[in-house]
């Protein structure tokens, strides 16, 4: 089932919540009353589809979490090179409470909530709706039998549980973007309260967990849910989520001095931990889902609205082709079309994309050699308007998880955003790795069952000849708390890229500042070493653990191929495309830095076993016009102007946390205050150790504020 019947159903919906902001909202119309509305199984089915309408919205799942607030990291990364203070860039921590985008975020937000918390209450108060139990047989450890009270699982309490996990998807997002918000869990409907109060982000973790674990256990499994509706297992994901934030570390402000912040965790952070590995193994020990299929073929599935149930989505949102999404136009290739052309050229028949969330240069270097994740997901070229693939490696690579172009349907010329490709919120691979994590902490180090959960992720990532390195004899190599974690996160890094978690899962272990800083030092040293050289070179070096050599390469040589036609060829040097009919292009040297090869790109394959069947275009080939030349292109990267001075994007993509000042000094913000930070050259152990906490929280709109009365107030020097 694909959501545009849903979504178009629930649209109908909208009007019993006519939030237009929050704060403002007016109560249900007398043109669908509750009484009417929830008076029948099949209505209220179609007043939850529009709970499903508001998180699919554009402004929340459909684009700008996974776009404007996915923030800049050693992963995910958007460049930027605006010298002066923005107040609109949240990726480079660049916010302002006038901020447009941040007001808009705000109110979408809460919208969606005030639509979940009218739903739950209507059903909650409805006379359909009851919660019951069974008797149910149970065998005790000494083999006797005893009799316990199972709560039974129905249509409407399976529709409540669905509401209260949308629900509390909704406030997670609030809390990671905010911190302490404006918490309520009744409808305006129900109380005619415009101005909940702040309350404190552990308390809302509390109360959302709590009502999680009620309502999980009246629904029912995903054996008997399609992933596009929230199961059980996924009600279990989400308190396993909700449980690790809360134990994990967060920005907040002294009590007395609300102007400086530092990163926290609570005295009590053990036990999130332990509900956090309690119901993440509750969903492995269901047995409802597994890593079967390849990690590509899960995305590229996903990108033709294949359905896999019972594999890594748990929960997919579900998104409507020609209504929602954006998923599959931001990310992937960006692919130009000209539709004032009469000509369709190769591109044409997907339409436009434009490629914009994407990761960082160096991303595709922390890869193993062998992980197959990597050529899927990093991706070095775009199309023009003529269908001619060209090279797109400047600041950052394309993430190539979604694309429009891996549709095998494909989508009309004139198509841009409106994709309806789904998108995970829930993945197994989550699921395992939260397990892994959560086991860690509460036993202090690893146990044979997290290194089995990190296992299974890994698993999938490495052909089955090369898993007794990278699986067994990796995961085993962690036999302390601090390197199994170590393995963890960075497993997550090579899992999640674009799903808007790596910042989520630095701030909870405290390493944000860390991780953007020294990403801000690989751009800024690599950058100067173009230049002629630099001094900090050898310790960013250091902490990557590889050589310049291995860590940029300057100079890429490449060549456009016609299409192999052949999904997961390997060996041939480029990264896995799942297009198996638009022309490609070969790069000769995607991870290293080296000399131009000594032949030209034909006798090249000629010569080589695993290349010989590829076959050179030139750009007339594929455009019917242009060059005719097939010899080696070469795109040299470079971050330097003519001047000698480094591109503004190496100094500002982390504007609000680390760049360049006009005198030319590396500057940190500090409580904030911008401050001279001496680096030291040799030791990143030393520096990092001297960072202050990044101000990643957003601050409250204006507008909010305003409407408040002063009620609401914004701390962390906002």
Same mark, same amino acid.
């Given at each position: 089932?694909?959501?545009?019947?849903?979504?178009?159903?629930?649209?109908?919906?909208?009007?019993?919540?006519?939030?237009?902001?929050?704060?403002?909202?007016?109560?249900?119309?007398? *043109?669908?009353?509750?009484?009417?509305?929830?008076?029948?199984?099949?209505?209220?089915?179609?007043?939850?589809?529009?709970?499903?309408? !508001?998180?699919?919205?554009?402004?929340?799942?459909?684009? !700008?979490?996974?776009?404007?607030?996915?923030?800049?990291?050693?992963?995910?990364?958007?460049?930027?090179?605006?010298?002066?203070?923005?107040?609109?860039?949240?990726? +480079?921590?660049?916010? !302002?409470?006038?901020?447009?985008?941040?007001?808009?975020?705000?109110?979408?937000?809460?919208?969606?909530?005030?639509?979940?918390?009218?739903?739950?209450?209507?059903?909650?108060?409805?006379?359909?709706? &009851?919660?019951?139990?069974?008797?149910?047989?149970?065998?005790?450890?000494?083999?006797?039998?005893?009799?316990?009270?199972?709560?039974?699982?129905?249509?409407?309490?399976?529709?409540?549980?669905?509401?209260?996990?949308?629900?509390?998807?909704?406030?997670?997002?609030?809390?990671?973007?905010?911190?302490?918000?404006?918490?309520?869990?009744?409808?305006?409907?129900?109380?005619?309260?415009?101005?909940?109060?702040?309350?404190?982000?552990?308390?809302?973790?509390?109360?959302?967990?709590?009502?999680?674990?009620?309502?999980?256990?009246?629904?029912?499994?995903?054996?008997?849910?399609?992933?596009?509706?929230?199961?059980?297992?996924? &009600?279990?994901?989400?308190?396993?989520? %909700?449980?690790?934030? &809360?134990?994990?570390?967060?920005?907040?402000?002294?009590?007395?001095?609300?102007?400086?912040?530092?990163?926290?965790?609570?005295?009590?952070?053990?036990?999130?931990?332990?509900?956090?590995?309690?119901?993440? @193994?509750?969903?492995?020990?269901?047995?409802?889902?597994? %890593?079967?299929?390849?990690?590509?073929?899960?995305?590229?599935?996903?990108?033709?609205?294949?359905?896999?149930?019972?594999?890594?989505?748990?929960?997919?949102?579900?998104?409507?082709?020609?209504?929602?999404?954006?998923?599959?136009?931001?990310?992937?290739?960006?692919?130009?079309?000209?539709?004032?052309?009469?000509?369709?050229?190769?591109?044409?028949?997907?339409?436009?994309?434009?490629?914009?969330?994407?990761?960082?240069?160096?991303?595709?270097?922390?890869?193993?050699?062998?992980?197959?994740?990597?050529?899927?997901? $990093?991706?070095?070229?775009?199309?023009?308007? @003529?269908?001619?693939?060209?090279?797109?490696?400047?600041?950052?690579?394309?993430?190539?998880?979604?694309?429009?172009?891996? =549709?095998?349907?494909?989508?009309?010329?004139?198509?841009?955003?409106?994709?309806?490709?789904?998108?995970?919120?829930?993945?197994?691979?989550?699921?395992?790795?939260?397990?892994?994590?959560?086991?860690?902490?509460?036993?202090?180090?690893?146990?044979?069952?997290?290194?089995?959960?990190?296992?299974?992720? +890994?698993?999938?990532?490495?052909?089955?000849?090369? !898993?007794?390195?990278?699986?067994?004899?990796?995961?085993?190599?962690?036999?302390?708390?601090?390197?199994?974690?170590?393995?963890?996160?960075?497993? +997550?890094?090579?899992?999640?890229?674009?799903?808007?978690?790596?910042? @989520?899962?630095?701030? +909870?272990?405290?390493?944000?500042?860390?991780?953007?800083?020294?990403?801000?030092?690989?751009?800024?040293?690599?950058?100067?070493?173009?230049?002629?050289? *630099?001094?900090?070179?050898?310790?960013?070096?250091?902490?990557?653990?590889?050589?310049?050599?291995? %860590? $940029?390469?300057?100079?890429?040589?490449? $060549?456009?191929?016609?299409?192999?036609?052949?999904?997961?060829? @390997?060996?041939?040097?480029?990264?896995?495309?799942?297009?198996? =009919?638009?022309?490609?292009?070969?790069?000769?040297?995607?991870?290293?830095?080296?000399?131009?090869?000594?032949?030209?790109?034909?006798?090249?394959?000629?010569?080589?076993?695993?290349?010989?069947?590829?076959?050179?275009?030139?750009?007339?080939?594929?455009?019917?016009?242009?060059?005719?030349? *097939?010899?080696?292109?070469?795109?040299?990267?470079?971050?330097?102007?003519?001047?000698?001075?480094?591109?503004?994007?190496?100094?500002?993509?982390?504007?609000?946390?680390?760049?360049?000042?006009?005198?030319?000094?590396?500057?940190?913000?500090?409580?904030?205050?911008?401050?001279?930070?001496?680096?030291?050259?040799?030791?990143?152990?030393?520096?990092?150790?001297?960072?202050?906490?990044?101000?990643?929280?957003?601050?409250?709109?204006?507008?909010?504020?305003?409407?408040?009365?002063?009620?609401?107030?914004?701390?962390?020097?906002?």
């Amino acid at each position: 089932m694909k959501f545009y019947k849903i979504y178009i159903s629930g649209l109908a919906m909208l009007a019993l919540t006519s939030c237009n902001d929050f704060l403002e909202v007016d109560p249900a119309t007398d *043109s669908a009353t509750p009484e009417l509305v929830y008076g029948s199984e099949s209505e209220v089915r179609t007043a939850l589809y529009g709970v499903y309408a !508001r998180i699919c919205s554009d402004n929340l799942f459909g684009n !700008r979490l996974y776009n404007d607030f996915q923030l800049n990291t050693d992963v995910d990364f958007q460049a930027n090179q605006g010298e002066a203070a923005a107040g609109n860039k949240a990726q +480079r921590y660049d916010v !302002r409470s006038d901020a447009s985008n941040v007001e808009t975020l705000w109110n979408n937000l809460y919208a969606a909530i005030e639509t979940a918390n009218e739903f739950i209450y209507n059903l909650n108060n409805s006379e359909l709706y &009851a919660e019951e139990t069974e008797n149910a047989a149970v065998e005790n450890e000494d083999g006797s039998v005893s009799s316990v009270e199972e709560p039974v699982a129905t249509a409407l309490t399976q529709m409540m549980g669905e509401a209260k996990v949308m629900r509390a998807m909704l406030y997670h997002e609030l809390i990671s973007y905010f911190g302490d918000v404006p918490f309520t869990m009744q409808g305006t409907y129900e109380t005619d309260n415009f101005l909940p109060p702040v309350t404190d982000r552990q308390k809302i973790s509390d109360a959302l967990i709590a009502d999680l674990q009620h309502a999980a256990e009246y629904m029912q499994s995903d054996a008997n849910v399609t992933i596009e509706r929230i199961g059980k297992e996924a &009600a279990y994901a989400m308190i396993a989520r %909700l449980a690790l934030q &809360a134990g994990g570390y967060s920005l907040n402000h002294d009590a007395g001095d609300v102007t400086n912040y530092k990163m926290t965790r609570p005295s009590n952070y053990q036990e999130y931990y332990r509900i956090a590995r309690d119901y993440a @193994k509750k969903v492995i020990d269901a047995g409802t889902h597994s %890593l079967t299929k390849s990690y590509s073929q899960i995305f590229i599935d996903e990108c033709n609205f294949v359905i896999n149930t019972g594999d890594d989505p748990i929960f997919e949102i579900p998104f409507a082709k020609e209504t929602t999404s954006y998923w599959g136009y931001a990310q992937g290739p960006k692919s130009e079309i000209n539709t004032s052309d009469d000509a369709d050229y190769s591109n044409s028949g997907w339409g436009a994309t434009n490629g914009g969330v994407r990761t960082t240069a160096f991303y595709r270097y922390s890869f193993d050699e062998s992980d197959l994740r990597r050529d899927f997901i $990093c991706g070095m070229w775009n199309y023009t308007n @003529k269908g001619l693939p060209s090279m797109n490696f400047d600041y950052g690579m394309n993430n190539n998880k979604w694309s429009k172009l891996w =549709s095998t349907g494909g989508f009309s010329k004139t198509s841009t955003y409106d994709t309806g490709i789904n998108f995970a919120y829930i993945r197994y691979a989550d699921v395992l790795l939260m397990f892994a994590e959560a086991d860690n902490e509460v036993n202090n180090g690893p146990t044979d069952e997290a290194k089995e959960a990190l296992k299974q992720v +890994r698993r999938r990532a490495f052909d089955a000849a090369d !898993r007794a390195d990278m699986v067994e004899a990796y995961v085993e190599g962690a036999t302390t708390k601090e390197d199994f974690l170590k393995l963890v996160l960075d497993e +997550r890094s090579w899992e999640f890229a674009g799903e808007n978690m790596r910042w @989520k899962d630095l701030v +909870r272990n405290n390493m944000l500042a860390e991780k953007v800083f020294m990403t801000f030092m690989t751009y800024y040293s690599v950058a100067e070493n173009q230049g002629g050289t *630099s001094s900090y070179l050898d310790m960013v070096e250091e902490y990557a653990g590889k050589p310049y050599s291995q %860590l $940029c390469a300057t100079d890429i040589y490449w $060549c456009r191929i016609a299409n192999y036609n052949t999904a997961g060829v @390997k060996n041939i040097g480029n990264a896995y495309f799942p297009n198996t =009919s638009l022309p490609l292009i070969y790069v000769y040297n995607p991870y290293r830095s080296t000399t131009k090869p000594g032949l030209d790109p034909a006798k090249y394959f000629d010569n080589d076993d695993d290349l010989y069947t590829l076959k050179v275009l030139t750009e007339k080939d594929i455009t019917g016009s242009g060059a005719t030349s *097939s010899t080696w292109q070469t795109t040299t990267v470079s971050w330097v102007n003519d001047d000698g001075t480094l591109k503004g994007q190496i100094y500002y993509s982390l504007f609000g946390y680390v760049r360049i000042n006009q005198r030319g000094n590396i500057v940190v913000v500090d409580n904030g205050n911008v401050n001279t930070f001496n680096v030291n050259p040799t030791n990143a152990e030393a520096n990092i150790s001297r960072l202050p906490a990044v101000r990643y929280l957003l601050p409250y709109p204006e507008e909010a504020i305003a409407r408040s009365n002063g009620v609401y107030r914004n701390y962390y020097g906002y």
